[in-house]
């Protein structure tokens, strides 16, 4: 966050603190992947080593486009293991992976670094969603005999809103539209968590969907509607839904919303969650003329 004082504000001395905010914040983190300054700076506590390792490999929690935002949370922070995210533009299209490892310590924290590392190697080499889950497949039954992992990993058209996902026996992701959540609109039939080897799942459905102008799509890992109360009381998808189309409601932008969204998580569970819980919300929202020739 950044403050200017100003005698006056005006419309060119707001125009010049953004440019000011912009310039600063990518200083800030060019400058940060080789300094530990800015780390010790900001953490109020150590992180664990698998946490450390998730975070490594992680990217920015918000990236965007003017015809798509997606933006990201993972908690607890400094405890983190099993769970991961990636999202990435390319050539006119979004991809997004949610990673959940079974456990949560080291080895955990291992299976999803692993499983970002194949499907980015993947992926760049031009693979499918296909190529990628059999790569990381094949990856943890060799290196990681008896773990396994759910994911869900999708591509997103940003010209033409196609999306098309592949579910390894993670909760389905969620379509908000006008809102509203869009029921079933992305539920699939089940299929096995990856890790198992190709023996137990031959091939990978690849399901597919298309979205309007202003959908948004919520991926989340099991650590975000399973966060229990004191007394025993789920979070929930209900709950879950009932937050963020509030928060989209009242206009605020997706960032906010998530961090407000974590909190509530976090108050839920009296601050000590016993999962992580990792929520990614993407927006499409191309131009009002692409949007028109697609309609």
């Not at 006008?178 to 690849?206: D, I, K, M, N, S």
Request: hydrophobic content about 40%; proline content about 6%.
């Amino acid at each position: 966050m950044l403050q200017v004082v100003a005698d006056q504000i005006t419309p060119a001395m707001l125009d010049g603190a953004t440019q000011l905010a912009s310039l600063t914040a990518l200083t800030v983190v060019s400058k940060s992947g080789f300094s530990d300054l800015l780390s010790r700076a900001t953490r109020q506590r150590p992180m664990t080593t698998a946490a450390e390792m998730v975070w490594a490999f992680l990217p920015p929690r918000t990236v965007g486009t003017d015809k798509v935002t997606s933006t990201s949370v993972l908690e607890p922070a400094y405890e983190a293991g099993g769970d991961a995210f990636d999202h990435d533009l390319d050539d006119g299209r979004l991809h997004l992976t949610v990673v959940d490892a079974m456990g949560h310590d080291l080895a955990a924290g291992l299976a999803s670094a692993v499983a970002l590392a194949g499907c980015r190697s993947t992926r760049r080499a031009g693979g499918t969603l296909t190529d990628i889950t059999d790569r990381i497949d094949d990856d943890l039954h060799r290196w990681w005999p008896g773990g396994l992992l759910t994911g869900v990993f999708a591509h997103l058209d940003l010209v033409t809103g196609h999306l098309e996902w592949i579910n390894a026996g993670h909760p389905p992701p969620l379509l908000i539209r006008a809102h509203h959540v869009v029921t079933g609109a992305l539920e699939a039939h089940g299929e096995l968590p990856l890790g198992l080897g190709p023996g137990y799942q031959p091939f990978r459905t690849v399901h597919q969907a298309q979205l309007g102008p202003g959908d948004r799509l919520l991926f989340h890992t099991d650590g975000v509607t399973e966060a229990r109360s004191a007394i025993g009381r789920q979070f929930g998808e209900n709950q879950l839904v009932d937050f963020v189309t509030r928060a989209l409601t009242a206009g605020e932008p997706a960032p906010e919303a998530l961090r407000r969204l974590i909190h509530a998580i976090l108050d839920h569970h009296h601050g000590q969650l016993q999962d992580d819980a990792t929520i990614v919300l993407v927006e499409w929202h191309p131009p009002v003329q692409s949007a028109q020739r697609q309609g």
